[in-house]
């Protein structure tokens, strides 16, 4: 199951990446918003996130107009690693190297195509392991010690 959600910034390309998953064949669930009124991007990022966090979804997709914000809010929840990407390397890189479990994207930044294809290249990239799991043992444990 995969947690979508943006603000109005993100709204029409977080609608082409329901779509996408949907496509898939890929469970979503659309968290808001869903209306082009302005709303806080704080609260919807908070949602897909603690949903992640919880292990309610295995991962998350957040877009706002730059993906700032979005990307801020999430990295708060625990076990949150919410990379904001874009571009294709940037996107790959998410997955290969930092196994990130929210892709944060800006809907002010990207087209609705670009953006689509950083999900999909997120999707299909594995990660690598290795020293990069090492790595994320020490954000981990950052984490805890905080
Ligand atoms: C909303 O205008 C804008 O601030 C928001 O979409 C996002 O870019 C914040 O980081």
Redesign the pocket.
């Known amino acids: 199951m995969i947690a979508v959600g943006s ?4 709204l029409e390309l977080k609608q082409a990446v329901i779509e996408l998953l949907q496509n898939r064949g890929l469970e979503c669930e659309d968290f808001g918003t869903n209306g082009s009124d ?1 709303v806080d ?1 704080p609260d919807f990022g908070a949602k897909v996130a603690n949903a992640v966090s919880k292990g309610d979804v295995e991962k998350g997709v957040l877009i ?7 990307s801020i809010i999430a990295n708060k929840f625990s076990g949150i690693r919410a990379a904001l990407v874009h571009d294709e390397f940037t996107a790959q890189m998410s997955k290969e190297h930092n196994n990130a479990n929210i892709l944060v994207m ?1 809907g ?1 930044i990207l087209s609705v195509e670009q953006g689509v294809r950083l999900v999909e290249l997120w999707l299909d990239t594995k990660f690598e392991g290795g020293r990069h799991q090492n790595r994320l043992l020490k954000i981990a444990a950052a984490e805890q010690a905080e």
């Open positions: 603000d109005h910034g993100g302005s991007y706002c107009g730059t993906g700032i914000g979005m800006g002010r």
